[in-house]
């Protein structure tokens, strides 16, 4: 079994020599990324196809130019790697897997630098990047597994100023825990951000109330302040730090929960939601993005694949709350602000709790009949597959 790579991620302290060539790095790497997808945007217009090889010749060129010879003074690895990150995003364009590569913004787009082997050293826990003399002030949050190498180094600094790097190698700690029986159906929510099949509910922490307050108050003051000048960059930075407080905070809770739902159950059944349509729900939109429902649903399937546990997602059409989960009767309405309610057989239920369990006894019947982690939007009957298994997967949940 190959070992799985996980990156690494620290917080560091660069001295003023390394900040500012940290900054020029950023500045280069986002330079040559907008010129050569200008380029390859211009080829693309006259029906020429220009690949990574062709990109790098251009750089070769355009570091020859008395304009552009500055390109020259920082690392040319990072630049290398910006071309080969434009070439993914080419890829995955042409694969439909997202949409046509855009320009890097100067104050918008997130300043990181990627160093590849030749372009750092590692020894006896200091790491010096190309160009640098001192090797770097790491706080080491936490240890590298024994004897690991990083195969990347990637630094990057945020909207509020912090310095990171991450270290990308291979962790021989991780694999797959023993297999066990237990499975869960889970349902996100608002009220509670998640309810199990097993009735427990887990509250919903709400990051960004906390801290509603503070933030008002430092945007108010933000706004205040005159275009371009330095009290507006402080005010800016001191607005980033409280957002950066609200995702440290909601992204180290997600961690802590998906990792105890991964070690407790070999499947998690999930809904696949369409959360960036339900976003645009202006009444609703700032709990869900405080939720972080994607984020959760992505750390539970990366964290499944490395421990051998399973992830299914069930059709997002499929009527989990208003269907009877012990006799499989579907209601005719059910208005979000009804949270329990009493079937035609007599049984009364949570509406959440209920949810969790059709989605659990569903997620069985989509694995029994082959369907993936993804559900298929369209299968030859012109049904998902948990559309298809709805009846049988939901009519007496307790003998499944």
């Known amino acids: 079994?190959?070992?799985?790579?996980?990156?690494?991620?620290?917080?560091?302290?660069?001295?003023?020599?390394?900040?500012?060539?940290?900054?020029?790095?950023?500045?280069?790497?986002?330079?040559?990324?907008?010129?050569a997808l200008a380029a390859r945007t211009e080829a693309w217009a006259r029906q020429e196809r220009v690949n990574y090889n062709a990109t790098s010749a251009m750089l070769t060129a355009w570091k020859k130019t008395e304009e552009l010879a500055y390109l020259n003074e920082v690392s040319s690895v990072p630049l290398q790697q910006a071309l080969?990150?434009?070439?993914?995003?080419?890829?995955?364009?042409?694969?439909?897997?997202?949409?046509?590569?855009?320009?890097?913004?100067?104050?918008?787009?997130?300043?990181?630098?990627?160093?590849?082997?030749?372009?750092?050293r590692f020894r006896d826990g200091r790491l010096t990047l190309a160009k640098m003399t001192d090797p770097l002030d790491i706080v080491w949050s936490r240890s590298l597994p024994e004897g690991a190498k990083p195969s990347t180094v990637t630094v990057s600094q945020d909207s509020a100023g912090r310095w990171f790097v991450s270290m990308l190698c291979e962790d021989p700690g991780i694999k797959p825990l023993p297999a066990t029986d237990a499975a869960v159906g889970i349902d996100v929510g608002l009220d509670h951000l998640l309810t199990l099949s097993t009735g427990e509910k887990i509250a919903n922490p709400r990051h960004e109330r906390r801290d509603r307050a503070r933030l008002a108050l430092a945007q108010r003051r933000l706004a205040k302040k005159d275009k371009g000048s330095a009290n507006r960059a402080k005010a800016r930075r001191k607005v980033a730090k409280i957002h950066a407080r609200i995702a440290d905070r909601r992204r180290d809770a997600l961690h802590k929960l998906t990792t105890r739902l991964v070690r407790e159950n070999q499947t998690l059944v999930i809904e696949d939601l369409t959360v960036r349509n339900m976003v645009k729900n202006r009444t609703l939109a700032r709990a869900i993005s405080d939720a972080s429902w994607s984020e959760f649903r992505g750390m539970l399937e990366y964290k499944a694949a490395w421990y051998g546990r399973e992830v299914i997602a069930v059709d997002r059409f499929f009527p989990?709350?208003?269907?009877?989960?012990?006799?499989?009767?579907?209601?005719?309405?059910?208005?979000?602000?009804?949270?329990?309610?009493?079937?035609?057989?007599?049984?009364?239920?949570?509406?959440?709790?209920?949810a969790a369990k059709n989605l659990l006894a569903a997620g069985r019947a989509v694995s029994a009949c082959g369907a993936g982690v993804r559900p298929q939007r369209r299968t030859p009957g012109g049904q998902s597959a948990t559309k298809q298994e709805t009846h049988g997967a939901t009519r007496g949940v307790s003998r499944l």
Do not use: I
């Open 1 to 35: 079994m190959t070992c799985v790579k996980r990156a690494y991620r620290y917080r560091f302290y660069p001295t003023d020599a390394q900040a500012a060539e940290l900054s020029r790095t950023f500045g280069c790497v986002r330079k040559v990324y907008n010129m």
């Open 320 to 354: 989990s709350s208003k269907l009877c989960s012990h006799c499989g009767t579907l209601a005719d309405k059910l208005p979000l602000h009804v949270r329990t309610w009493t079937c035609d057989c007599g049984t009364t239920h949570d509406r959440d709790v209920n």
């Open 84 to 120: 080969r990150h434009l070439q993914v995003a080419f890829t995955n364009f042409f694969g439909k897997r997202a949409k046509y590569p855009r320009f890097k913004s100067r104050k918008k787009s997130r300043k990181s630098a990627e160093y590849t082997t030749s372009a750092f």
